[in-house]
């Protein structure tokens, strides 16, 4: 008589190899769905937004910029 069943460290190999197996592709995904974020760039234009309107996805990261402004000291 003969089992399909596999017992002692032949098991444990079988069972470590599938656990790498989907850590592997759970991995994968992750590193595809932040490779398809993409960066928008909002800059301060005096009283306004440039641009003034953007489209954003979930994951998609907003950069503002505001320009600083330059004191000048007089003596």
């Not at 596999?6 to 994968?28: C, D, H, N, Q, Y």
């Amino acid at each position: 008589m003969f089992s399909n069943r596999r017992s002692g460290p032949t098991r444990t190999l079988v069972i470590m190899e599938t656990t790498m197996k989907k850590m592997f592709v759970l991995l994968a995904l992750m590193l595809a769905s932040v490779s398809m974020a993409t960066v928008h760039t909002v800059n301060l234009v005096g009283s306004s937004f440039s641009p003034a309107n953007i489209t954003i996805q979930q994951g998609d990261t907003v950069r503002w910029i505001k320009p600083r402004r330059r004191i000048s000291q007089c003596e």
